[in-house]
């Protein structure tokens, strides 16, 4: 029989807390957006203070992928990162708790062409992205700009997993468990869009090793699974913000062609180039604080 404890009820007093947090947020989606990103950013400093582990990760992370920098630049950049992580923490909320703010305005969605070409295939299409620090602000733009699905990891507190289920559900028509497989075959099948991150270890069963930031490591081999499918066509979306004047960016690539092959490996290492090379346009806006390196080759000690 499973260990696993039973998920509690969304009013059990086991969740009362996150109840608590969810109110709190749902004030923070209410402040002027200005003071919403300052205290934001407020939070980031102090999750760089408190947060000892997460810090040690980005430190290993960053000091892997940019051996190029001096110390205090690496330093410099943890900082910044822990600083997009929690204004992207508290952004996620906006859509969440407060989905009539206007925010869409103040985005900007470039590639919409490239996206409509590979629908008009009718054999579905898979968006690939990355865990970037703007996520699920971007909604309500991207709702208006493209018709997709988006996939999600099931969460384990019963709150937070309806909230963003219902958050996303609000812009979104299909928002799909990422261990539903059939799901998402289903709906490619019939010629949906359907956006999810492709770049966190999943451990060595579900991945082949492939270069990253030229470090060997453990990549899905689902995007290629699933284009070939249907012979889906795979593109890339990424979204970052700008602090000063509070926007925000996404950008869907073109079709990328010869994808995918018969070789998995090859295919992963074409698929970490793309993100490598859109990180490095905002490198403080990835989420570094992920063991990303978590799983090594045969023989390889553990980095963190």
């Known amino acids: 029989m499973s260990k696993r404890k039973p998920r509690p009820h969304i009013y059990s007093p086991r969740v009362w807390g996150t109840w608590l947090a969810v109110g709190f947020a749902w004030l ?10 300052a205290l934001s950013k407020g939070f980031g400093r102090v999750f760089y203070h408190l947060a000892h582990h997460r810090r040690h990760v980005a430190e290993i992370n960053l000091k892997l992928c940019f051996p190029e920098l001096s110390d205090e630049a690496r330093k410099q950049m943890v900082k910044n990162v822990f600083i997009h992580v929690a204004v992207g923490a508290v952004e996620v909320m906006v859509p969440w708790l407060n989905p009539n703010r206007n925010v869409h305005d103040r985005c900007t969605v470039t590639g919409v062409e490239h996206l409509e070409a590979a629908q008009a295939m009718g054999r579905g299409v898979i968006l690939v992205g990355g865990h970037f620090a703007v996520m699920d602000i971007i909604s309500h733009a991207l709702s208006e700009a493209v018709d997709i699905d988006v996939m999600y990891r099931e969460n384990k507190d019963p709150v937070w997993e309806w909230l963003q289920v219902m958050g996303r559900s609000r812009f979104f028509d299909g928002v799909i468990e990422r261990e539903d497989a059939r799901q998402t075959l289903r709906r ?7 956006w999810y991150a492709a770049d966190q270890d999943y451990g060595r069963k579900h991945s082949v090793f492939a270069p990253f930031f030229g470090v060997a490591t453990a990549s899905i081999t689902a995007t290629s699974r699933f284009a070939r499918f249907n012979k889906s066509p795979v593109l890339f979306m ?3 913000r700008d602090l000063d004047t509070l ?3 996404i950008n869907i690539s073109p079709i990328i062609e010869g994808f995918p092959t018969d070789d998995d490996v090859a295919d992963a290492t074409r698929m970490n180039a793309i993100l490598e090379a859109v990180i490095r346009q905002h490198p403080e806006q990835y989420l570094w604080i992920h063991r990303r390196f978590k799983t090594r080759p045969e023989g390889e000690p553990y980095l963190y």
Not at 188 to 194: D, E, N, P, V
């Open 28 to 37: 923070l989606t209410h402040l002027p957006l200005r003071v919403m990103v």
């Open 188 to 194: 490619l099948k019939a010629g949906r869009t359907i």
């Open 238 to 240: 990424s979204h970052f």
């Open 247 to 249: 926007t925000w960016s």
